[in-house]
């Protein structure tokens, strides 16, 4: 689900660029000034356009990392030889 999201909001910036771009090159811009152009003007906008899709991202980064940290934790603590949870048998 996040490589989804992250793919998702990828495109969609990039798509975003790629609109500007064209609405510029249809005022007869040079294809480099409004590549510039785009950039500049779409990823900036994309904050505020694509805010949902970013904070879905952002959060599913959190829960991964959140994940990842607790994985890394256990190994640590098996490494170091401390006991981890006591479980009855």
Sequence with gaps: MLARDV???VLARLGLVVVVMGALMLFKVPLLPALAVGVVVA???SLFIFKGLRQRVA??????QAVR???REKLRSELRGDEGPLTQA
Excluded: F, M, V
């Excluded at 959060?59 to 991964?64: E, F, K, M, V």
């Design 7 to 9: 793919t998702l909001y």
């Design 59 to 64: 959060t599913g980064l959190d829960a991964h």
């Design 69 to 71: 940290r607790a994985e």
């Design 43 to 45: 990823l900036p906008a």
